[in-house]
Structures are given as structure tokens and as C-alpha cells.
């Protein structure tokens, strides 16, 4: 899962950056509205964290084009401490949720992890699909009630697969959703990561669709 932070201060910037990247996510910043604005709109992001305030264009603005724009990732909007008019507009401008500043790093990343769960479609934090079963609050996957030990890598594509269940999903929107910008891809590698999670999991957990790309297996 791949989230877009964009907050201005630095400090509060690199806590959350910090913070999602021990949950398991991979993680974009944007610190001035104008690159916010581009990335949003041009990356393929699980979810946008959207501070309001911010150099250059202002989040409300940049919140805005993006719905326009018809962006429909699931945007948390982080409002200055006081300020409830600015929660009213950010989520009549299209925003999910809100946070107001200062927050505790433990509830932002709950409202992520709920935002993401529920883009996709689901109510409860344990996702289940055939014999799998992930609980997104600790990051602990396991098969047929037996928990397996997964590495950061295998726990994304697990992830990611899970919550796009009903749908093949082509190697490169993976690969996109397992690594930042900077981080080398190869389709060769994903072959790789899904071998090892067959092994792990069992032979049919994740299918191949020969030309389209990878399905969770329904059945056990
Ligand atoms: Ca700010």
C-alpha cells in the first residue's frame, strides 16, 4: 500500500513518513501544494495524507482539483488545532476524514488503516479471502489459523492482493503499489516474492492469470 504524505513541517512530516513506514506502507512526501497537486494527481496512491496548510497552493485548493480532476483516492486531511471551520470544508471538498493537529501518531495510522480498508470495501479489520486471513492492526497473516511469518516485501504483495480480492491485478499496478520511486522494480523479483508466498501459504493461495497478472485464490 502506497500513501502520499503532504505536510510542510518537517518535523511532523518525518514522524508520519517515520511511522507509516513501520506499518508496512510505502511512503511518498510533498511538502508545497504545487507538488502535492502533481504527485496526487499522477501517482497511483492507496491513500493521500493532506495537511491543509501549506506553501504555494493551499491544501483546500489542491484538494479540490483533485476531485475535480476525478482523483478518488482516500484523502486524510490534517487541520491547524481550533480551526473546525477548515474541517467542515476540507470534507465537503472531498476529504474522507480528519485529524486535528497535534495528534497522536497511533490514531492517525488507525484512521489510515481504516480509510484504506474501507476504499476497499471492508467493514472489519480482519480480512479474510479463502483459507488466509490478514488482521491489518497487527500486520499478521495467517492460514487456516496457523500464523505465518512474512517479510516487509511479502506482506505488501499479501496485502495488497487481499484487498483487491475480486480482481486480477497486473504486475506492474504491484509493482507500483510495493515500492517508492527510488526503490528498484523488477517483474522478475515479483515472480520471485510470489514464489516464496505460494510456499509459504500453499500452492494455489495466489493465481497466476497467464498475460493479465495476480489473483487471490477465493478457495482454499
Ligand atoms: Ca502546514
Same mark, same amino acid.
Given at each position: 500500500?502506497?500513501?502520499?504524505?503532504?505536510?510542510?513541517?518537517?518535523?511532523?512530516?518525518?514522524?508520519?513518513? *517515520?511511522?507509516?513506514?513501520? *506499518?508496512? !506502507?510505502?511512503?511518498?512526501?510533498?511538502?508545497?501544494?504545487?507538488?502535492?497537486?502533481?504527485?496526487?494527481?499522477?501517482?497511483?496512491?492507496? /491513500?493521500?495524507?493532506?495537511?491543509?496548510?501549506?506553501?504555494?497552493?493551499?491544501?483546500?485548493?489542491?484538494?479540490?482539483?483533485?476531485?475535480?480532476?476525478? %482523483?478518488?483516492?482516500?484523502?486524510?486531511?490534517?487541520?491547524?488545532?481550533?480551526?473546525?471551520?477548515?474541517?467542515?470544508?476540507?470534507?465537503?471538498?472531498?476529504?474522507?476524514?480528519?485529524?486535528?493537529?497535534? !495528534?497522536?501518531?497511533?490514531?492517525?495510522?488507525?484512521? %489510515?488503516?481504516?480509510?484504506?480498508?474501507?476504499?476497499?470495501?471492508?467493514?472489519?479489520?480482519?480480512?479474510?479471502?479463502?483459507?488466509? *486471513?490478514?488482521?491489518?492492526?497487527?500486520?499478521? /497473516?495467517? %492460514?487456516?489459523? /496457523?500464523?505465518?511469518?512474512?517479510?516487509?516485501?511479502?506482506?505488501?504483495?499479501?496485502?495488497?492482493?487481499?484487498?483487491?480480492?475480486?480482481?486480477?491485478?497486473?504486475?506492474?499496478?504491484?509493482?507500483?503499489?510495493?515500492?517508492?520511486?527510488?526503490?528498484?522494480?523488477? *517483474?522478475?523479483?515479483?515472480?520471485?516474492?510470489?514464489?516464496?508466498?505460494?510456499?509459504? /501459504?500453499?500452492?494455489?493461495?495466489?493465481?497466476?492469470?497467464?498475460?493479465?497478472?495476480?489473483?487471490?485464490?477465493?478457495?482454499?
Amino acid at each position: 500500500m502506497k500513501i502520499l504524505v503532504v505536510e510542510d513541517e518537517e518535523g511532523i512530516a518525518a514522524d508520519v513518513a *517515520a511511522a507509516l513506514r513501520a *506499518a508496512n !506502507f510505502v511512503v511518498e512526501q510533498a511538502a508545497d501544494g504545487e507538488t502535492a497537486w502533481f504527485e496526487g494527481e499522477t501517482g497511483d496512491y492507496d /491513500l493521500i495524507v493532506l495537511d491543509l496548510g501549506l506553501p504555494g497552493l493551499d491544501g483546500l485548493t489542491v484538494l479540490k482539483r483533485w476531485r475535480a480532476a476525478g %482523483v478518488s483516492t482516500p484523502i486524510l486531511v490534517l487541520t491547524a488545532r481550533g480551526r473546525w471551520n477548515e474541517r467542515v470544508e476540507g470534507i465537503d471538498a472531498g476529504a474522507d476524514d480528519y485529524l486535528p493537529k497535534p !495528534f497522536r501518531i497511533e490514531e492517525l495510522l488507525a484512521r %489510515v488503516r481504516a480509510l484504506i480498508r474501507r476504499s476497499a470495501g471492508l467493514p472489519s479489520p480482519m480480512v479474510e479471502v479463502g483459507a488466509l *486471513a490478514l488482521d491489518t492492526r497487527t500486520m499478521r /497473516l495467517s %492460514v487456516g489459523g /496457523l500464523p505465518r511469518q512474512l517479510s516487509p516485501l511479502e506482506y505488501r504483495v499479501i496485502e495488497y492482493l487481499m484487498m483487491h480480492r475480486n480482481r486480477v491485478v497486473p504486475p506492474g499496478e504491484l509493482l507500483e503499489h510495493l515500492h517508492g520511486t527510488d526503490d528498484a522494480r523488477e *517483474a522478475n523479483a515479483l515472480e520471485a516474492i510470489v514464489a516464496r508466498l505460494r510456499k509459504k /501459504l500453499g500452492p494455489g493461495t495466489i493465481l497466476t492469470r497467464r498475460g493479465f497478472g495476480y489473483q487471490i485464490a477465493a478457495t482454499p
